[in-house]
């Protein structure tokens, strides 16, 4: 049986044909036309841009999300650049002020131990030259110190050394340029001394380890914790009323003849660096002498019995 033997079936044509292209780009091209013209005129396409542009925006933030995550990465890593350039700059910063800092407290400090100085200078009977510790001794076993004045600046052996608080030392040995120091705390230097609260004299010696000791006072002795002792210038080395040492402790033993007093330098032996030499108080005329000298004879009067 052939195929034209079905009843209502035709064949399928073997390619489908539809209105011409001529016709479609025309009618396409009248209904861009009246779109345009229908959107300029009267606006009726807004609310369909609307509607795309809300239904397109998920989509192109998911597109922008990439572009403005590199850009924001390399923001943060520009910004963290900055941060840290900044931040190091501001610790170098911190760290030279600091030493300006350190270096102005220091200096400030040491003016006003150099204004102390010359105050203390101004309040002695003597003259005295300013001078600076240059180092330490290298004895170990011995307390001294070099300062930077010597012969030619008119220092001598046997002087004595102080700062604005107190006695530091005498100078042992006097170089050209400089001089040795022997401080107080040196176990073979003693300085006769008084207690300031009652005038009681004593011997005032080093006991090493930046402390000392009063030697050969009885177990009674009027001396008590706190009290002051200051030069009694016996020794005609130091000038009488300079502060010395403390009383720290007192050790009051019924079986040894004398009392075991510790106490502590009140200058700075161990710290400060500058010091004043002290020279020897200019000599007073005795009383005898200024009355010879006030009372001389007359030099035309003649001898009582010149005549005869």
Known sequence: MSASGHIGHTPPPFFKRGPAPLARLS??????VAAMVA???YQLLEPLRTAVAAALWPVQKAVMLPVEGAGEAGNYLADLARLQRENAELRERQLAQANLLLRQS????ENRRLRALLEM???LDAPAKAAEILYAARDPFARRVII????THGIEAGQAVIDDLGVVGQVTRAFPLTSEVTLLTDKNQMIPVQVARNGLRAVLAGAGGGALELKFLPANADVQPDDTLVTSGLDGVYLPGLPVAKVVSIDRDNSYSFARIECAPLAGVERHGQVLVVGKRPAQPRPEES???TVKPGKGRKPRGAGR
């Open 27 to 32: 009618f396409f091209i009248v209904l861009s």
């Open 39 to 41: 959107d300029l005129r």
């Open 106 to 109: 220091h200096l400030d400090s």
């Open 121 to 123: 200078g101004e309040r």
């Open 148 to 151: 930077d004045r010597g012969a």
């Open 291 to 293: 009355a010879e000298e």
